[in-house]
């Protein structure tokens, strides 16, 4: 297909279409010089595409709300149902402020550099088995497990049950072609971790499986 015929194919941005999934690079480039406030008639959301429209809309919370979630799925859900998460993602000010002064206590620069040999740690651990090797899958292997590996460490959550998370989290936002809900499978790893975090709370965890 030449260049012409290309870019005059008709603008669609569909977030869950293998033409994303396979790399929306090209595509976002169109969007931002032809359509850079796109409404989606197929999936009935809006979506902005240049970098000053997404930063004047994160400091306008008043219009644009997280109060219907962060996924696609939960736009027509009632917000006092997304109440009900009780995520932060999830809330505007000014409960959101609230939340945000609190981890802010904790998450000090000091303590987050307190956290440096943790990190250091971890990363050596994931790094060590490819010393003599060929190759290896940077996102499989390296930085997919890590993120969770660290945080995971700081919730308490038991070695072994470490990596049980991403997976829930991987299969939860897992969407099929075409599909903005989650599948059967996605919707049980989301009640499954939903249940899993009380009792890590109260030291159950380790017992539990």
């Given at each position: 297909m030449s260049d012409v015929a290309v870019s005059e194919a008709p603008l669609e941005f569909d977030p869950f279409s293998d033409e994303y999934f396979n790399g929306a690079y090209d595509l976002y480039r169109?969007?931002?010089?032809?359509?850079?406030?796109?409404?989606?008639?197929?999936?009935?959301?809006w979506a902005l595409?240049?970098?000053?429209?997404?930063?004047?809309?994160?400091?306008?919370?008043?219009?644009?709300?997280?109060?219907?979630?962060?996924?696609?799925?939960?736009?027509?859900?009632?917000?006092?149902?997304?109440?009900?998460?009780r995520s932060i993602i999830m809330m505007d000010p000014p409960e959101h402020d609230r939340l945000r002064g609190l981890v802010s206590r904790v998450f000090t620069p000091r303590a987050v550099g307190a956290l440096?040999?943790?990190?250091?740690?971890?990363?050596?651990?994931?790094?060590?088995?490819f010393d003599d090797a060929d190759s290896f899958d940077a996102v499989a292997d390296f930085s997919g497990p890590f993120p969770v590996e660290i945080i995971s460490r700081m919730l308490g959550v038991p070695e072994?049950?470490?990596?049980?998370?991403?997976?829930?989290?991987?299969?939860?936002?897992?969407?099929?072609?075409?599909?903005?809900?989650?599948?059967p499978?996605?919707?049980?790893?989301?009640?499954?971790?939903?249940?899993?975090?009380p009792r890590v709370g109260r030291g159950e965890a380790a017992e539990s499986r």
């Open positions: 169109r969007l931002r010089d032809q359509s850079p406030v796109y409404f989606s008639e197929k999936y009935g959301f595409f240049r970098h000053e429209d997404v930063c004047a809309a994160h400091k306008d919370w008043q219009t644009f709300s997280s109060s219907h979630g962060v996924d696609l799925s939960t736009l027509n859900t009632d917000p006092e149902v997304i109440k009900m998460y440096e040999p943790m990190v250091r740690e971890v990363i050596q651990s994931y790094l060590a088995p072994g049950e470490r990596q049980q998370i991403r997976h829930w989290l991987d299969i939860s936002l897992h969407r099929e072609p075409g599909q903005m809900d989650p599948t499978e996605g919707i049980q790893a989301g009640m499954d971790g939903g249940i899993y975090w």
